[in-house]
C-alpha cells in the first residue's frame, strides 16, 4: 500500500515536501516514481528513485529544484520540492514498481498511492 501526504497551497517560490509511506510485504524491493497530473494534461514523471538507487532521473523541469530521497527503513519515500512555480500545480502521485521493467516507462508501476494536491499560486 502507498500513502501519499503533504501537498497544500503555497506561494510561488516556496517549498513542500511530499511523503508517500510504504506499507506490506509486496514492497520488499520497489523502484519509486513521483508523477503528477495537472487538470486537461496526462499525468507525466516527476521523479524517478530505483530501488539501489543509482541512475535518479528528474524531470528537466524540476532539476536543481526538486529532491527524491528515501529513509533508511526504505518505507517512507520524499519529494522535496523547493522554488515552486505555478506549473508545478498538479495532483502529484507515488508509485511504485517490484519487477525489473524499465523504470523511465509509466505504464509498468502497478501500484499507486491516491494521489495529494498541489497548488502553487503566482
Known amino acids: 500500500q502507498l500513502q501519499a501526504s503533504g501537498g497544500g497551497l503555497v506561494q510561488a517560490g516556496g517549498s513542500l515536501r511530499l511523503s508517500c509511506a510504504v506499507s506490506?510485504?509486496?514492497?520488499?524491493?520497489?523502484?519509486m516514481g513521483w508523477f503528477r497530473q495537472a487538470p486537461g494534461k496526462e499525468r507525466e514523471f516527476v521523479a524517478i528513485?530505483?530501488?539501489?538507487?543509482?541512475?535518479?532521473r528528474y524531470r528537466d523541469s524540476v532539476v536543481g529544484r526538486f529532491r527524491v530521497s528515501r529513509n533508511s527503513a526504505k518505507d517512507t519515500v520524499w519529494l522535496q520540492m523547493n522554488s515552486l512555480k505555478p506549473e508545478d500545480t498538479a495532483i502529484y502521485y507515488c508509485?511504485?514498481?517490484?519487477?525489473?521493467?524499465?523504470?523511465?516507462?509509466?505504464?509498468?508501476?502497478?501500484?499507486w498511492g491516491q494521489g495529494t494536491q498541489v497548488t502553487v499560486s503566482s
Open positions: 508509485a511504485a514498481k517490484t519487477d525489473s521493467s524499465p523504470v523511465e516507462e509509466i505504464t509498468n508501476y502497478f501500484y
Open positions: 506490506g510485504s509486496t514492497f520488499r524491493a520497489y523502484d
Open positions: 528513485l530505483p530501488w539501489r538507487g543509482d541512475r535518479i
